[in-house]
T-cell receptor, first 112, second 115 residues
Framework: DAKTTQPPSMDCAEGRAANLPCNHS???????VYWYRQIHSQGPQYIIH???NNETNEMASLIITEDRKSSTLILPHATLRDTAVYYC?????????????FGRGTQLTVWP | DAGVIQSPRHEVTEMGQEVTLRCKPI?????LFWYRQTMMRGLELLIY????????DSGMPEDRFSAKMPNASFSTLKIQPSEPRDSAVYFC?????????????FGPGTRLTVL
């Protein structure tokens, strides 16, 4: 079962920041938060991940609260091509490879 | 790199027929995953391999489904006999063992329709 809760849908104006929230109140100390997205008719695509500290890459920023019970994915300047379903995933298990449980995600719609 | 390659991209078959889906992972990747996506159940992990060996097949729905990885460059997912409820998009993904980000790279998927 997915260990995360996300709003089913959000929208955002093009050029504005998109802030996608995720709750993971039962996260364990050794579990990472991952974000993937799935553009219509394509396979999921990795965006970013983090453990405790905030992370940033060329695609997005990830803000994790100090208690690690929630996080926010930030797309600083959303474009129409960012319209997709965004999945927040907590990697389950302490092994090197954990199963990735994809919940329902958040459908982000970026409008012109 | 061409990424993960899946074939066919679309498959339409009749109930009772055998279906074989194919996947070529990214060269050098040690893990291979098969997922199924439906509107009802979302994206589900069916099975994954490490170095061509099946590690966890607990997601395989029933004995009609089987997966093989004869070498590091090729995997198949077979459904025999197929049923209408098997209609879904099937994704293959791969990952390299040295990748600390635990990133999985997904293929474009095979859309299966069983009539």
């Amino acid at each position: 079962d997915a260990k995360t809760t996300q709003p089913p849908s959000m929208d955002c104006a093009e050029g504005r920041a998109a802030n996608l929230p995720c709750n993971h109140s039962t996260i364990s100390g050794n579990e990472y938060v991952y974000w993937y997205r799935q553009i219509h008719s394509q396979g999921p695509q990795y965006i970013i991940h983090g453990l405790k500290n905030n992370e940033t890459n060329e695609m997005a920023s990830l803000i994790i609260t100090e208690d690690r019970k929630s996080s926010t994915l930030i797309l600083p300047h959303a474009t129409l091509r960012d319209t997709a379903v965004y999945y927040c995933i907590v990697r389950v298990g302490g092994s090197t490879l954990g199963r990735l449980y994809f919940g329902r995600g958040t459908q982000l719609t970026v409008w012109p | 790199d061409a990424g993960v390659i899946q074939s066919p991209r679309h498959e339409v078959t009749e109930m009772g027929q055998e279906v074989t889906l194919r996947c070529k992972p990214i060269s050098g990747h040690d893990y291979l995953f098969w997922y199924r996506q439906t509107m009802m159940r979302g994206l589900e992990l069916l099975i994954y391999f490490n170095n061509n060996v099946p590690i966890d097949d607990s997601g395989m729905p029933e004995d009609r489904f089987s997966a093989k990885m004869p070498n590091a460059s090729f995997s198949t997912l077979k459904i025999q006999p197929s049923e209408p409820r098997d209609s879904a998009v099937y994704f293959c993904a791969s990952r390299e063992i040295e990748d600390n980000t635990d990133t999985q790279y997904f293929g474009p998927g095979t859309r299966l329709t069983v009539l």
